[in-house]
């Protein structure tokens, strides 16, 4: 096993890092503490790993600090690093190494103060490891000031410093900040990669692992999570539905407050198992006592703590709405490619009499309108229209086609 074994179906992306990877050990081997990178190595002090979701950005940037901080003996007599057995490679991967720090949010933006903390550790030296690693994987989620405080750092970095940024893609991320990042792009990796680490990795049923990595296109987390958890299977059967459900007014309507209320309850019941134990550990820290009145002076805390919950709360509930509009642009792309009699695999294959329904009623030139309809519906979210009015316009706009 190597750090490389996740990171599936990016062979182009592996042999560029694992390169990098091999000259930056050569640099920290031969060079004293201070030294500048050389300019001709295949090394760099930023990168900007971009991809559609699931392709596996923040699993190659991961993989990639874990080959960077390899301390294998294998590497002295020509090994590469990366071996995925030593302590470095470990810690890096399981997020308890000292020099590596993943950030990854939960809110719906990173904000200047968050950022500034991440520059004033990015210029410290290593503690116990080659490098100090800032790894970003939510780095189109930076606010517009929080990019320009990240910009003088990634202008100017610490001699063994490495920042490692992760998004969607390069217009997400400020052009400042990009032309300054050695750019690695991510591909969609095939439905059979994915089946192959569910059923090796996870010891899920190969039938099971087939149908989950076809019906996510090869997205590898909701593959997973759509493998291994019965409610995930639950909900995209209700959202596969929706289309068969906006035959008039009364079922449009119906079905977008029924996505609502289902990404809203998602979000509760994931709030309730992780917001009880933040506020006890908090009010545990800030000297509380069980079933009394807090200390004075601690109300700000406390504030502050139920505001990010909230936020959390808000991200969340998008989050499962956006997945559910994900499955509904798929749905439609399945009855286009059968409009047209493409040879394209169809991803949705158990709701096969669905399509076949809808494709049978309809014209291309609507499936193409719904489908541009769903992407409007995102792109209301994203400007904070209201969850509800932007799936209702959606709903209503399936319906007319």
């Not at 308890?96 to 720090?101: C, F, G, M, Q, R």
């Not at 997400?172 to 089946?195: G, K, M, N, Q």
């Not at 909900?235 to 209320?261: M, N, T």
């Not at 809203?264 to 069980?290: H, I």
Request: one cysteine or more; proline letters at 4%; charged letters at 25%.
């Amino acid at each position: 096993m190597t750090v490389w074994d996740d990171l599936v179906g990016q062979d182009r992306v592996q042999e560029q890092l694992a390169a990098a990877a091999k000259d930056a050990d050569a640099l920290v081997t031969a060079a004293s503490d201070g030294e500048p990178l050389d300019q001709g190595s295949k090394m760099t002090h930023a990168w900007l790993f971009t991809g559609p979701p699931g392709s596996g950005r923040s699993t190659a940037a991961r993989a990639f600090a874990a080959a960077l901080q390899c301390t294998s003996p294998d590497r002295a007599m020509g090994g590469a690093p990366g071996c995925g057995f030593c302590d470095g490679c470990h810690t890096s991967l399981i997020g308890t190494h000292a020099d590596v720090e993943v950030i990854r949010t939960d809110l719906l933006s990173i904000g200047v103060k968050e950022t500034r903390d991440l520059v004033r550790r990015a210029q410290l030296s290593p503690a116990v490891g080659r490098w100090q690693i800032i790894v970003m994987e939510d780095a189109d989620r930076l606010t517009e000031g929080a990019g320009n405080v990240l910009l003088k750092a990634v202008e100017e970095p610490a001699p063994r410093t490495v920042w490692m940024l992760c998004a969607p893609s390069l217009e997400d991320v400020l052009p400042t900040i990009r032309s300054r990042c050695r750019h690695l792009t991510l591909s969609t990796p095939p439905v059979e990669a994915v089946a192959d680490v569910l059923i090796r990795r996870d010891g899920i049923d190969p039938e099971r692992a087939h149908a989950a990595a076809r019906a996510t296109q090869g997205h590898i987390g909701r593959a997973r999570r759509l493998a291994t958890d019965e409610r995930a299977r639950a909900r995209r059967a209700a959202v596969l539905k929706v289309p068969l459900r906006v035959a008039d007014v009364g079922g449009c309507l119906k079905a977008a407050q029924e996505l609502i209320d289902t990404s809203t309850e998602d979000a509760k019941q994931l709030a309730e198992e992780v917001d009880a134990k933040e506020t006890e550990d908090l009010k545990a820290a800030l000297g509380g006592v069980a079933g009394g009145r807090m200390p004075r002076g601690t109300a700000g805390a406390m504030k502050e703590l139920e505001d990010r919950q909230k936020r959390r709360k808000t991200r969340t509930q998008r989050d499962n709405l956006d997945l559910a509009l994900t499955e509904l642009t798929g749905f439609y792309r399945d009855v286009l490619a059968l409009q047209l009699g493409s040879k394209l695999a169809i991803a949705n294959t158990d709701v096969q009499d669905s399509l076949d329904r809808i494709a049978e009623s309809s014209t291309p030139a609507q499936t193409l309108r719904r489908i541009e309809s769903v992407i409007a519906c995102r792109e209301a979210m994203d400007r904070n229209v209201a969850p509800l009015l932007a799936v209702e316009a959606m709903t209503m706009a399936l319906r007319a086609g």
